[in-house]
């Protein structure tokens, strides 16, 4: 996994407890799924290391601890890295480097 659930709550300064841990592990694991759903070339060795993707990963997985229904759907700035996403590695290029 690109982000570690013991990273992110370091980050969010949330208390390292085995109930926010196991919280946090399922925000990320949903994160990254709705990120990589955006992303048409997953096998790209670079994707991973990509500040966009991490951040992306970041952001949705924290908006979704704050407000786990998204009430008011996915931020802007959640949309602005899934769209930079998806313009370099996803379904709007698919030659993507």
């Known amino acids: 996994m690109t982000v570690q659930a013991k990273d992110l709550m370091t980050e969010l300064h ?11 592990t399922n925000l990320i694991t949903t994160a990254t799924a709705v990120v990589n759903h955006a992303i048409s070339d997953l096998d790209n ?27 008011a759907g996915e931020s802007q700035g959640v949309n602005a890295l899934i769209s930079a996403l998806e313009h370099k590695y996803g379904k709007a290029n698919n030659h993507a480097t």
């Open 14 to 24: 949330i208390d390292e407890t085995p109930e926010e841990e196991a919280t946090i």
């Open 45 to 71: 060795p670079a994707l991973t290391t990509d500040p966009l993707y991490t951040s992306a990963i970041k952001a949705l997985a924290t908006q979704s601890y704050y407000d786990r229904t998204l009430s």
